[in-house]
């Protein structure tokens, strides 16, 4: 199933803290994992900044939320009790508890519409996304208009250009380390398939032959294209290989390269290949840079 949004915590948030005892984010978040049937892998899956779990993200806005509509409040870092506001609409057992919910209380209109008087959003449309929701959709959407983009930009350069790139985009990711001429072209006619090679490790222990193969976005590789690198790989003595394309790879060429016991062939399609440059900054820019800041609980922690 789907991690549940913010909203859909708000119930089990507050049954958790029925009994009016205080308990910490971290029990609230197993018991609502518990009650929602979220499983440990879902559990695990990151926000797009690779910063922090989608749920316990999800489960800190709902704390907030309700915090800010009155309905639970802080004992102490970490630590949340039930208000008497809380148990009242707990005792009203309504079927759904949501924004427009939460709307009825003042002071949850201020902190979603702070540009608004609050007298006047009542009736106003509150999202069903968590600010960390908003930036995240956006990163995503942003970096998926730039990948494309730089497919495009890549298939208007030649195909030496291509080769030269993947070479550099290894290197940005650390291979050959600080070996001279650790990575090279070979652009040579009878290389049997290999347009590239560069050292694994910074001592230079073993090769990885590439093929970097600038070819229409929309065409599938199959099979017998990867067969032929393998063979050409065969033909080296190679070990492992690299195929990089600016396509897409069909499932059976998928296939094939894990079944590859005796040499060990990656694939990256153009949409893997865009990415990489993105987060290792090789045809790319900062135009801007936002922060986003937590509170650091070891410098509230108690002193001596």
């Known amino acids: 199933m789907a991690i549940p949004k913010y909203y859909e915590m708000y119930k089990p948030f507050l049954l958790c803290l029925k009994e009016g005892l205080p308990v910490s984010i971290k029990d ?21 900044s690779g910063k922090q ?7 800190g806005w709902t704390k907030t939320y309700l915090d800010k509509a009155g309905l639970i409040k802080s004992q102490s870092r970490g630590v949340y009790l039930i208000t008497d506001e809380g148990l009242r609409v707990l005792s009203e057992n309504p079927n759904v508890i949501d924004d427009n919910f939460l709307s009825r209380y003042p002071s949850f209109r201020e902190f979603i519409y702070p540009e608004i008087n609050s007298d006047t959003t009542s009736n106003a449309q509150i999202s069903d996304e968590t600010p960390q929701d908003v930036i995240d959709k956006a990163f995503l959407q942003i970096n998926k208009n730039l990948a494309d983009e730089l497919l495009l930009e890549i298939m208007r350069q030649t195909p030496e250009f291509f080769e030269r790139l993947v070479v550099r985009l290894l290197e940005k990711m650390g291979y050959g380390g600080s070996l001279q001429n650790a990575g090279l072209v070979t652009g040579q006619t009878g290389d049997e398939g290999i347009d590239g090679i560069i050292w694994e490790d910074k001592l230079g222990f073993e090769l990885i032959y590439i093929q970097a193969k600038r070819w229409d976005i929309d065409k599938s590789i199959g099979r017998p294209e990867i067969q032929r690198f393998v063979g050409a790989l065969a033909g080296q003595g190679a070990t492992k290989g690299l195929f990089v394309t600016t396509a897409k790879f069909s499932k059976e060429a998928r296939e094939y390269a894990k079944r590859q016991l005796t040499t060990k062939v990656i694939l990256v399609d153009g949409l893997k290949l865009a990415e990489l440059m993105i ?5 790319v820019t900062t135009v801007s840079t936002y922060e986003i800041k937590k509170i650091d609980t070891d410098f509230f922690a108690d002193q001596e």
């Open 279 to 283: 987060e290792y900054n090789l045809g």
């Open 53 to 59: 779990p989608i749920f316990d993200n999800r489960v």
């Open 28 to 48: 609230v978040r197993e018991y609502i994992a518990k009650e929602m049937g979220i499983t440990s892998e879902e559990r695990k899956e990151l926000l797009p």
